[in-house]
């Protein structure tokens, strides 16, 4: 097994991405490589991904998804080509020893199917010793919860959408 640490963001609350967002920002700020892959993601227009020119060479995002979002009880066989390309994708990015490299999403894409949990924990194996990798998304495997050196699950207690106050720019995306 690889030395590198995992660290696991999950729960129904907000703040997963955000989270490894934040870790993001922290590494890039001693000037080390950051690799970010987005799974089930097309959004030019998030944050993260406009800042990525300003924020080169040492941050780099990519995704793999298609502009709608994906009904996860029906995922379409587009969902599970891109899945699987960033997924291959991130096995070529660990080998660059990255001190982050963040799996967005990754976690609803085992959780539905849309990636095999088998196939993440081989990812997961080889991880090198300066990198930390980032695994996010709601209901995450157990098998991978059991694999990660941390952690955290966020929990729902209030929102702002509960008073009907929209997403809001530079916040949620």
């Known amino acids: 097994m690889g030395k590198g640490m995992v660290y696991l963001y999950t729960g129904e609350g907000e703040g997963k991405s955000t989270s490894a967002f934040g870790l993001a ?3 890039v700020g001693h000037g080390y ?6 799974f089930m993601k097309d959004r030019k227009y998030i944050g993260e991904y406009k800042i990525k020119d300003r924020l080169s060479p040492e941050y780099e995002i990519y995704q793999f998804g ?5 009904n996860l009880k029906t995922p379409e066989p587009e969902d599970y080509k ?11 990015a660990i080998q660059t020893g990255p001190r982050l490299l963040i799996l967005d999403e990754i976690n609803l894409a ?4 849309i990636l095999k949990t088998e196939d993440i924990l081989k990812l997961l194996e080889d991880i090198p ?24 699950e966020m929990r729902f207690l209030k929102h702002p959408y509960e ?11």
């Open 25 to 27: 920002l922290r590494a």
């Open 82 to 92: 891109l899945a699987a390309e960033a997924l291959e994708f991130a096995k070529k």
């Open 66 to 70: 298609r502009k709608e979002f994906i």
């Open 163 to 173: 008073k009907n106050i929209p997403a809001r720019e530079g916040v949620e995306y």
């Open 110 to 113: 085992a959780h539905f199917g």
């Open 33 to 38: 490589k950051v690799i970010i892959i987005q």
């Open 129 to 152: 010793e300066e990198t930390t990798l980032v695994l996010t998304g709601r209901r995450a495997p157990k098998e991978l919860i059991e694999r990660a050196d941390l952690v955290t």
